[in-house]
């Protein structure tokens, strides 16, 4: 099956300190990935919607300034979470679209649990 | 409006037992799909089971079936057999038509199978 690779899957950094966390397509292109952030116990909040070759589409209430999208390629996409404070602290997870067909799922990454302290 | 509820914070079942989890949705859209993932402690979201709403038959994967029942809005997922390797948060999650395949997640059932 489809295989989505995030890394790295965990991080523990000081505040102040800007993250980048990769999601890459082992074994298809991927125009399309997701960024999603997951609190304990919570449901997963999409962050953004990622467009190869072109601008990420953020959800609202979400700041493109601190969670940088670059998808510059059919495989991989990043996350960058910019000058990171303790309130940052979460699980973020991708997921990429295979296929074109309506019926295809998203398939998702192992995520990355980001600890700032 | 929540678009994808589900009712049951947590779920106990007893192995080798059958066992559904409860999922309505709320769309206008005559075109969506519905999607069930299992999440385990480690984190990563795996994919059961997929239903079109064009779908006339209720989708099947092995131990996992949807009964889907389309006037009422609701995608049940119905795990036979449970296995203590079923513990884990149950995701349902809804793609309307239109919207880039995105994929809108309830909060989830906690499913725990006791020996």
């Known amino acids: 099956g489809a295989v989505v690779s995030q890394h790295p899957s965990r991080v523990i950094c000081k505040s102040g300190t800007s993250v980048k966390i990769e999601c890459r397509s082992l074994d298809f292109q991927a125009t399309t990935m997701f960024w999603y952030r997951q609190f304990p116990k919570k449901s997963l909040m999409l962050m953004a919607t990622s467009n190869e070759g072109s601008k990420a589409t953020y959800e609202q209430g979400v700041e493109k300034d601190k969670f940088l999208i670059n998808h510059a390629s059919l495989t991989l996409s990043t996350l960058t979470v910019t000058s990171a404070h303790p309130e940052d602290s979460s699980f973020y997870i991708c997921s990429a679209r295979v296929g074109t067909g309506v019926n295809q799922p998203q398939h998702f990454g192992d995520g990355t649990r980001l600890s700032i302290l | 409006a929540q678009k994808i509820t589900q009712t049951q914070p947590g779920m106990f079942v007893q192995e080798k037992e059958a066992v559904t989890l409860d999922c309505t949705y709320d769309t206008s859209d005559q075109s969506y799909g519905l999607f069930w993932y299992k999440q385990p402690s480690s984190g990563e979201m795996i994919f059961l089971i997929y239903q079109g709403s064009y779908d006339e038959q209720n989708a099947t994967e092995g131990r996992y079936s949807l009964n889907f029942q389309k006037a009422r809005k609701s995608a049940n997922l119905v795990i036979s057999a449970s296995q203590l390797g079923d513990s884990a948060m149950y995701f349902c999650?809804?793609?309307?038509?239109?919207?880039?395949?995105?994929?809108?997640f309830g909060k989830g059932t906690l499913l725990t199978v006791n020996p």
């Open positions: 999650a809804m793609r309307e038509g239109g919207s880039n395949y995105k994929l809108t």
